[in-house]
């Protein structure tokens, strides 16, 4: 789907997101996707828990994919010229590993303003279909408010484990399907979630994080970083992050376990005071 930008930004505005978009393409993703692979093989067959937040702060292909002019001209046509990469992190089902994502908003536990416009690139390195447990989304919910979470009752794909705590029309789901090298925009308020994987193919995606640099963090938290991906910051509220010079070298290892370790913190931080974040909208 090749959408001009205000046929993008509208049909955001109006369901919270979009999909499919088109982002890196088939023979970037395939290369990638080996990559992730050759990492995954190094470590016993699986993405590396310690890098699973920020992956690209310490391989120079993911520093490249947060980076791809493609996938920023969609996003800048959302969220204006001037744009942060604030996380990025992998999700990963393989065949019957049960892997599943509850419903929830994004926004809970992030430490960032809730009101700001903040959105999820999700890339494809595989197809994502409903039969290997693509996202599903519950169009319009980005209009609500960010409403209270149960921790621990969801997946273990999520950080906490969150859910959103109301019932979800189950019937109202549209899933995001998307081919590889293409990926869906989801607004950070937006119900969302995923079934497990009931194929015999992998289905590996790259959930960026992206924010307008005017995006604030909440009072009180350590500061954390970002990546300036497109643009000027004028605002400074965060960190700014260097990339990797190659695969894990030392400073790069050094500065991200330095912002994990922080974000963890924030993390904590953000999850006690979420009843006080949701009663002050
Ligand atoms: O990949 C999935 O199934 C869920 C992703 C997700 O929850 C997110 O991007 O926030």
Redesign the pocket.
Same mark, same amino acid.
């Not at 699973?52 to 800048?76: C, G, N, R």
């Not at 010229?81 to 996380?87: E, G, T």
């Not at 994987?197 to 954390?224: F, H, W």
């Given at each position: 789907m090749s959408l001009n930008n205000s046929e993008l930004s509208r049909i955001y505005q109006n369901d919270g997101f979009v999909c499919p978009v088109p982002a890196i393409g088939k023979d970037l993703a395939s290369q990638a996707l080996e990559k992730i692979e050759a990492v995954e093989a190094a470590h016993g067959g699986k993405w590396p828990s310690e890098y699973a937040l920020k992956p690209h702060l310490v391989y120079p292909f993911l520093d490249e994919i947060v980076k791809h002019p493609t996938i920023l001209d969609a996003v800048e046509k959302i969220l204006g010229p001037d744009i942060i990469c604030w996380q990025c992190r992998f999700?990963i089902k393989n065949p019957g590993d049960g892997g599943f994502?509850s419903w929830?908003q994004?926004i809970s536990y992030w430490g960032v303003d809730i009101s700001e416009n903040i959105l /999820?690139a999700?890339l494809a390195f595989t197809p994502a279909t409903k039969v290997n +447990?693509v996202?599903k989304v519950i169009p319009g919910t980005h209009k609500l408010k960010l409403l209270p979470h149960r921790e621990g009752a969801g997946s273990a794909? /999520?950080v906490r484990g969150q859910e959103v705590d109301v019932d979800v029309d189950e019937s109202q789901a549209v899933y995001m399907e998307l081919q590889s090298g293409e990926m869906s925009l989801h607004h950070v308020k937006l119900f969302? +979630?995923?079934d497990p994987n009931e194929s015999d193919q992998r289905r590996v +995606?790259l959930?960026i994080r992206y924010m307008p640099t005017r995006a604030k963090p909440l009072d009180g938290l350590p500061k954390d970083s970002v990546t300036l991906v497109r643009g000027v910051d004028n605002f400074n509220y965060f960190h700014h992050e260097f990339p990797p010079k190659r695969d894990m070298d030392p400073a790069s290892v050094e500065q991200h376990k330095r912002i994990t370790d922080t974000y963890k913190i924030i993390n904590d931080m953000a999850a006690s005071r979420l009843h006080e974040t949701i009663s002050s909208q």
């Amino acid at each position: 789907m090749s959408l001009n930008n205000s046929e993008l930004s509208r049909i955001y505005q109006n369901d919270g997101f979009v999909c499919p978009v088109p982002a890196i393409g088939k023979d970037l993703a395939s290369q990638a996707l080996e990559k992730i692979e050759a990492v995954e093989a190094a470590h016993g067959g699986k993405w590396p828990s310690e890098y699973a937040l920020k992956p690209h702060l310490v391989y120079p292909f993911l520093d490249e994919i947060v980076k791809h002019p493609t996938i920023l001209d969609a996003v800048e046509k959302i969220l204006g010229p001037d744009i942060i990469c604030w996380q990025c992190r992998f999700f990963i089902k393989n065949p019957g590993d049960g892997g599943f994502v509850s419903w929830h908003q994004d926004i809970s536990y992030w430490g960032v303003d809730i009101s700001e416009n903040i959105l /999820t690139a999700w890339l494809a390195f595989t197809p994502a279909t409903k039969v290997n +447990g693509v996202m599903k989304v519950i169009p319009g919910t980005h209009k609500l408010k960010l409403l209270p979470h149960r921790e621990g009752a969801g997946s273990a794909l /999520t950080v906490r484990g969150q859910e959103v705590d109301v019932d979800v029309d189950e019937s109202q789901a549209v899933y995001m399907e998307l081919q590889s090298g293409e990926m869906s925009l989801h607004h950070v308020k937006l119900f969302h +979630g995923s079934d497990p994987n009931e194929s015999d193919q992998r289905r590996v +995606g790259l959930a960026i994080r992206y924010m307008p640099t005017r995006a604030k963090p909440l009072d009180g938290l350590p500061k954390d970083s970002v990546t300036l991906v497109r643009g000027v910051d004028n605002f400074n509220y965060f960190h700014h992050e260097f990339p990797p010079k190659r695969d894990m070298d030392p400073a790069s290892v050094e500065q991200h376990k330095r912002i994990t370790d922080t974000y963890k913190i924030i993390n904590d931080m953000a999850a006690s005071r979420l009843h006080e974040t949701i009663s002050s909208q």
